[in-house]
């Protein structure tokens, strides 16, 4: 059965930080992993990942996939305030690439 | 605001009730999605359509009834509700073709409230 595992389930931290959050797949038939941003309500995509040890990169977000070890992280740097929000790991079912199962999240809060 | 929207945004309901959720994008995407995320639950996929067929459900009960007239336009016709099936209730599109993935878009979401 796919399982997406995510860790920690919450985080809280100040303004300037780094933090890496993590990401564990098992999925049949892996395709590809992504990462989402949900502020408030409507997830957001931030990036996918097909190959293992290329690093994808968005201003102080960056992501790289491990495909040995099964698993992803997402890191932050000079985290802001803006950045606090439920980050959301998601890997495409076996059915069809556009079929996601998603993760629990994680939980990021930046404290000024 | 993204290209897809979502009515109503917030609904309370009595578990003898009927009532739609209306989800509308203006992407041009032919595949459309329906997504529940429960508290402290990850992000479920119910329905998926493609060119206004539907392709997936994931054993979602008969008391949840998808709709797809056209490729802009997806219903969730909701029907002797229970307690538990208060949640967050996700519409999302995107393109549709090959192998790899493509990007979903996601609308700001319908609360629901089962009494």
């Known amino acids: 059965e796919d399982k997406v595992v995510q860790s920690p389930l919450s985080l809280v931290v100040h303004e300037g930080d780094t933090v890496t959050l993590n990401c564990s797949y098992e999925?049949?038939?892996?395709?590809?992993l992504l990462w989402y941003k949900q502020e408030k309500k409507a997830p957001t995509f931030l990036f996918m990942l097909?190959?293992?040890?290329i690093e994808k990169k968005s201003g102080r977000l960056s992501s790289i996939l491990d495909k040995k070890e099964l698993s992803s992280i997402l890191n932050i740097t000079a985290t802001q305030t803006g950045d606090s929000a439920i980050y959301l790991c998601?890997?495409?079912?076996?059915?069809?690439?556009?079929?996601?199962?998603f993760g629990t999240g994680t939980r990021l809060t930046v404290i000024p | 605001e993204t290209g897809v929207t979502q009515t109503p945004r917030h609904l309370v309901m009595g578990m003898t009730n009927k009532k739609s959720l209306k989800c509308e994008q203006h992407?041009?995407?032919?595949?459309m999605y329906w997504y529940k995320q429960s508290a402290k639950k990850p992000l479920e996929l119910m329905f998926v359509?493609?060119?206004?067929?539907?392709?997936e459900n994931n054993s979602v009960p008969s008391r949840f009834s998808p709709e797809c007239p056209n490729s802009s336009h997806l219903f969730l016709h909701l029907h002797t509700l229970q307690p538990e099936d208060s949640a967050l209730y996700l519409c999302?599109?995107?393109?549709?073709?090959?192998?790899?993935?493509?990007?979903?878009?996601f609308g700001p979401g319908t609360r629901l409230t089962v009494l």
């Open positions: 992407l041009g995407h032919n595949a």
């Open positions: 359509y493609n060119f206004k067929e539907q392709t």
């Open positions: 999925v049949t038939n892996f395709r590809s």
């Open positions: 999302a599109s995107s393109p549709l073709g090959g192998s790899s993935y493509n990007e979903q878009f």
């Open positions: 998601a890997v495409p079912r076996r059915t069809g690439a556009n079929n996601l199962f």
């Open positions: 097909t190959s293992s040890g």
